[in-house]
């Protein structure tokens, strides 16, 4: 990072909309580089200011659906001594996992033939038979009525029992090398379940990338970029705190 910034003697993640300078510093230096990383998602801004990515048989971005995203930074000690930071995105963008610049996903979901892959199919098909039996309506014979509760009942417990699985695959480091499923972090801190999208939030797939390669976390903060969507106040740059629901119980075990 560039010289003179205040650099935090201890680990800062915010609280409260006041980010640590140096995480000020950081995401200033992202933003400025939004625009041009040539990722195609449409987070219904301004074409100049939107990711873009020409070419190909890729529809227009202003086509595409408008999804905003929340971004985080995490500024670091490398292990030489080095400072800088890392920045990643909350869940997928522009439809996939990985792109240059940012962290990784903690577990990728979406590779090729995976479990996650083959339950959806699997679940996609148990919907497309209830919606078969559904069009029936009135017409369908007792016997089908039965089978309608039944399919409904195994696709409830198809979806639980995926979602389970996948939060297994989910395991976190914290500060001393431990880990932990989340299924265990959400259960430990009084949760029946781990909320839907736990594990995917910015915040800690940095810390998760910090701590596998050795970076020291210095201080951590997060801002949304986009559209704000109808049912949340998320306003275009502000900065936020972690989420409460699905980072804290993640944040607690990580930063322990």
Known sequence: MAAGVDIPDSFSLMGGHNPHPACLLAADDLQ???????????????????INAAGGS???????PVIGKMFG???VRSPVGECGYLSAFSGKMAGGNHHAG?????????????FLNVGMRELTAINDAIRQLEIDGGTVLKENKLELAGLRLKRRQHSTSLQQQLFDHYHFLN????????????SEAGYRNAPSGAGECAGPKLLQFAFLHGYEPLALTEFWWGKSPKSATWKHQHFYACCKEKCEPILGFMLS
């Open 32 to 50: 400025s580089r939004l625009a041009s990383l040539g990722i195609h998602h449409n987070f219904g801004l301004t074409i100049s200011n939107d």
């Open 58 to 64: 890729m529809p227009a971005v202003a086509d595409l």
């Open 73 to 75: 930074v995490l500024v």
């Open 102 to 114: 940012f962290v990784p996903p903690v577990f990728d979901s979406l590779t090729e033939n995976s």
């Open 175 to 186: 500060r001393k090398g431990d880990s932990k499923s989340l299924n265990t972090i959400f």
